[in-house]
C-alpha cells in the first residue's frame, strides 16, 4: 500500500537533482542545439566517447522531426547504411525492397533512451535565441530561453551557456545559423526543393564546420549550402549526426593536446 508520500520532498528531490544538472551544464565541451535525429546521434555518440554534451531542445520532446514519420504517417524509411546504427540503439527494423523500415516511434523513444543513458544532459523546454562569441569571435556557446516565455511573448532576460562547440542541429530552422546571417557573419542559401537522393547527400556532405566553433548537422545543412530537402527518409540524419560527432571530437582533442 502506498502511504506517507511527502509533497514537499517530491518538489524538493526534483529541484534538487535538476538544478544540479543545469548548474553543471554551464560549461560543457559541445552545446547541441536541436535534439532531432541528427542531434541526438551526435550527442550520444560523443558522450560515449567521454566529451561533456548538452542538448537545448525548445520543445517537451525531443525526437524532432521523427515522430510524424511522413504525413502523420507514423512510419519512417531509413538506408540499409544505418542497420548498424540500429543495432547502437537496440532497434530491429522491417527490411523490405532494399530500405529499412520503422515505427517512427519507436526509433524516436530509442535515440532518447540512448542519448540520456550515455549521459548527454538533456534541457527541453530551453529555446535558443542568441549565440555567444569569445574574446577571437569564435562560437563559444548560447544565449537561451524558456520555451513558454517566448510563447507568451514575454519579455524575459536569458541566460548563457558555455561550450568548446556547438551544434547547429535545429533542422529546416537553422536558428544558430540563422543568428550569424541576420549580421552578415555568414550567407545561407535556403534549403532547395525535395529529391531524396540529392537531399541526402547533401545532408551528409555538408556536415561540417561552417564557422568556427560552429558544426552544421541534419536539416540545417540544407539550409546552409542550398542543397534539396528530403521528406521522411532518415539515414542521412543519423549519418550526419556521426559525422558531427566525429567532426566535434577530433576538433576536441586536438585542442587538448596543443
Ligand atoms: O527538424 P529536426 O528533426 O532536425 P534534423 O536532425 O532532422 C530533420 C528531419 O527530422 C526531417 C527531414 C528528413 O528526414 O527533413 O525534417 O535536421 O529537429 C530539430 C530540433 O530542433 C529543435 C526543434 O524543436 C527540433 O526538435 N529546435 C528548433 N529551433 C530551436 C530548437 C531553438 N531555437 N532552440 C532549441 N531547439
Not at 22 to 29: C, I, K, R, V
Not at 126 to 131: N, S, Y
Not at 209 to 228: K, R
Request: charged content about 20%.
Amino acid at each position: 500500500m502506498i502511504e506517507n508520500i511527502s509533497d514537499l520532498e517530491v518538489s524538493r528531490l526534483i529541484i534538487k537533482d535538476y538544478f544540479e544538472m543545469l548548474e553543471d551544464s554551464l560549461e560543457s565541451d559541445v552545446i547541441i542545439v536541436g535534439g532531432g535525429p541528427s542531434g541526438l546521434v551526435a550527442g550520444y555518440t560523443l558522450a560515449q566517447e567521454g566529451k561533456k554534451v548538452v542538448i537545448m531542445e525548445k520543445r517537451m520532446s525531443p525526437g524532432g522531426g521523427i515522430w510524424g514519420g511522413g504525413k502523420g504517417f507514423n512510419r519512417v524509411v531509413l538506408e540499409q547504411e544505418v542497420a548498424g546504427i540500429m543495432s547502437e540503439i537496440d532497434i530491429k527494423p522491417i527490411e523490405q525492397d532494399g530500405y529499412l523500415v520503422v515505427p517512427s516511434v519507436l526509433l524516436a523513444s530509442a535515440l532518447i533512451k540512448k542519448t540520456i543513458e550515455s549521459g548527454v544532459r538533456l534541457l527541453n523546454l530551453f529555446a535558443i535565441e542568441d549565440v555567444y562569441f569569445n574574446e577571437n569571435r569564435e562560437l563559444a556557446g548560447v544565449v537561451v530561453n524558456d520555451t513558454a516565455y517566448k510563447q507568451i511573448n514575454l519579455h524575459v532576460d536569458p541566460l548563457t551557456f558555455r561550450s568548446k562547440l556547438v551544434m547547429d542541429s535545429t533542422g529546416h530552422e537553422a536558428i544558430v545559423c540563422n543568428c550569424l546571417a541576420k549580421r552578415g557573419i555568414i550567407e545561407l542559401k535556403g534549403e532547395d526543393t525535395m529529391n531524396a537522393t540529392g537531399g541526402e547527400r547533401g545532408v551528409i556532405e555538408g556536415t561540417r564546420e561552417v564557422y568556427p566553433g560552429l558544426i552544421v548537422t541534419g536539416m540545417a545543412c540544407a539550409q546552409f549550402f542550398g542543397t534539396p530537402r528530403m521528406g521522411p527518409i532518415f539515414g542521412g540524419m543519423l549519418l550526419s549526426g556521426k559525422k558531427a560527432a566525429q567532426i566535434a571530437a577530433q576538433k576536441l582533442d586536438a585542442a587538448a593536446v596543443a
